[in-house]
């Protein structure tokens, strides 16, 4: 059982809002370019055939044959919103096999789609017509570690869970953790840049990814897979593939720096009354917590209802989470069992005291079981919005004193448009990464349809902008936002991107039709 401790409510106050630049809109503009790319033919089936294993082959076509509904999976994204029409997927067991597909691809103008776990919530990582699918499944061998310096070098293909327990014996974890980790790849967290739950400690890919090896879209190996720490020969190449999202080339090999697997962790969930608190509670944690804290979490009350609907976890009684408006997850991650759950008790006094009406209840994990279960319901919040429904995501970077005012806003918005329904839009919900100023703002629908749509985008886009946010704070442009690149990137960038894309993908084979505008 967890042990849980009650508190007192405040109550909430009314949001501010002021109404959004429609100069943004001509932000919105796009227009479509064709990319004279081939289908995957019965010859090029043949090619493939020649240096693959069959079991590295699955083609609809003549004469594999493949039931289509084997490529259903890699076809379709995790959402059920982006599907492609590929009637080819390889999974090539080794770099030189993947350096060799994509050499031939570029010769034969054939677009193609790397594939890692298939998480991807941009639209990224299926086909936007029948392109070939590269699965990066089966190139999956941790290739070394040094337990002294702490470095991994894996295939991209490994699960994000896998290379986790691979260090667990060896006292290390991995930088970066979602609530995908089950099924998504290295490769495909270098190529998002994802950011996830412990950015806040751990930092950015841009900064523990120390080195990687890359097919470049004409079939080169770049050998870039570096175990230095330090390396100042000139540019950065490999930060140009971190957020590329495979519009680059091909991740193969990844070398990433491991932090040392903290002697004590400690979770807790806290209610809060209202948002007029979070902010103030996020202090006091910063300033108290220093250098042990590792998560600071977010969920308003309808993102938290629904975890707890679709048993994805529980933590507080219903009476004790009356009137709460709002949850936090905090996170401890340190080197002193003692010394933590000290200052981690002396934070919870001081912040459930009454008179500073911060929290209205919290429990703390009294065992790793209960840990997992605190944990289980901020991470199960994605997969309970997909059950209630159809999900628009917007994954934004805001200042933090505007997390409630988005929703709110989107919300009058919907409800002004008499689309807050339950055979339109069910639910808007948001939860998110507090600590690094990122909310996923999500809208679950009985349908995706251009109404909908057309009532969220811009609208979400130009309040980011006005905010002079970030239209994608983590999970990517992919295809879903090619059209908003230009909310957050000035023209002058864009440019200089579209050149960086045209040298290194002169054909522009890989991944078309994503991040970049069309
Ligand atoms: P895929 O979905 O297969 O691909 C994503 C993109 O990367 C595509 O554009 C693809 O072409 C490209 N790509 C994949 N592998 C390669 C490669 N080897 N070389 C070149 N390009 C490649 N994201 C976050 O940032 N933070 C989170 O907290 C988070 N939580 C999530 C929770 C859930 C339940 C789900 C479903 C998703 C979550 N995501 C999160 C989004 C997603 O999991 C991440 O973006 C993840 O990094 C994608 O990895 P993947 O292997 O599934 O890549
Ligand atoms: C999360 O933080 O849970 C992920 O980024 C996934 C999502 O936004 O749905
Ligand atoms: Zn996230």
Redesign the pocket.
């Known amino acids: 059982m967890l042990s849980a401790v009650a508190r007192r409510r405040v109550l909430a106050r009314a949001p501010v809002w002021r109404a959004s630049s429609s100069l943004l809109r001509q932000r919105w503009a796009s227009t479509t370019v064709s990319l004279n790319l081939n289908s995957v033919t019965e010859a090029d089936l043949a090619h493939f055939s020649s240096f693959l294993a069959p079991s590295s082959i699955l083609s609809t076509l003549s004469p594999s044959n493949t039931p289509a509904d084997e490529l259903t999976a890699f076809n379709n994204d995790?959402m059920g919103k982006y599907k492609g029409k590929s009637t080819m997927v390889l999974k090539p067991r080794t770099t030189e096999e993947v350096s060799r597909i994509v050499k031939y691809c570029n010769e034969k103008r054939i677009g193609i789609?790397?594939?890692?776990?298939?998480?991807?919530?941009v639209g990224?990582?299926v086909p936007v017509r029948d392109e070939l699918i590269l699965s990066?499944s089966n190139l999956n061998k941790i290739r070394s570690f040094d337990p002294v310096s702490g470095i991994l070098v894996a295939d991209?293909?490994c699960i994000l869970q896998s290379l986790v327990d691979y260090l667990a014996p060896h006292n290390h974890i991995m930088p970066i953790d979602?609530?995908?980790k089950g099924?998504?790849?290295i490769?495909?967290?270098v190529?998002?840049n994802?950011?996830?739950?412990r950015l806040l400690r751990y930092g950015s890919l841009h900064g523990a990814v120390l080195g990687l090896e890359v097919v470049m879209p004409d079939g080169t190996i770049l050998n870039q897979l570096s175990t230095l720490r330090k390396d100042n020969t000139g540019y950065d190449l490999k930060q140009l593939f971190i957020g590329a999202?495979?519009t680059l080339?091909?991740?193969?090999g990844v070398s990433i720096l491991t932090p040392v697997m903290p002697a004590a962790t400690n979770a807790v969930v806290l209610a809060l009354p209202s948002f007029d608190q979070v902010i103030p509670l996020y202090k006091i944690v910063k300033r108290d917590m220093g250098e042990i804290l590792s998560a600071f979490e977010y969920m308003d009350r309808n993102a938290y209802t629904l975890s707890v609907k679709h048993g994805q976890g529980k933590a507080l009684s219903e009476e004790e989470t009356e009137g709460a408006q709002y949850f936090v997850l905090i996170e401890t991650s340190g080197g002193n069992k003692e010394h933590d759950e000290e200052k981690l008790s002396n934070l919870l006094e001081k912040v459930m005291d009454p008179d500073t009406g911060l929290v209205t209840s919290g429990v703390l994990a009294q065992s790793p079981t209960q840990f997992e279960s605190l944990w289980a319901i901020r991470e199960g919040i994605?997969?309970a919005v997909g059950k209630a429904g159809k999900a628009y995501k917007y994954d934004v970077s805001i200042p933090v004193s505007k997390f409630k005012e988005i929703v709110d806003k989107t919300r009058e918005h919907l409800q002004s448009k008499g689309l807050l329904r339950e055979d339109a839009v069910k639910e808007v919900v948001s939860y998110g990464h507090f600590g690094d100023g990122n909310i996923h703002l999500n809208i679950a629908a009985a349908a995706y349809t251009p109404e909908i749509t057309a009532a969220l985008e811009p609208f979400v886009f130009e309040l980011v902008a006005s905010y002079n946010g970030s239209v994608s704070a983590?999970?990517?442009i992919?295809y879903a936002k090619t059209s908003a690149l230009g909310y957050s990137k000035d023209q002058t960038s864009i440019e200089l991107m579209k050149k960086i894309k045209k040298l290194f993908d002169p054909n522009g084979i890989m991944?078309p039709w994503?991040v970049l505008p069309h």
């Open positions: 995790w789609v790397p594939q890692g776990g298939n998480t991807g919530l990224g990582s990066l991209a293909g979602l609530g995908a099924s998504c790849h490769g495909g967290n190529s998002t994802a950011g996830g739950l999202e495979g080339g091909v991740v193969t994605p997969e983590e999970h990517g992919g991944n994503k």
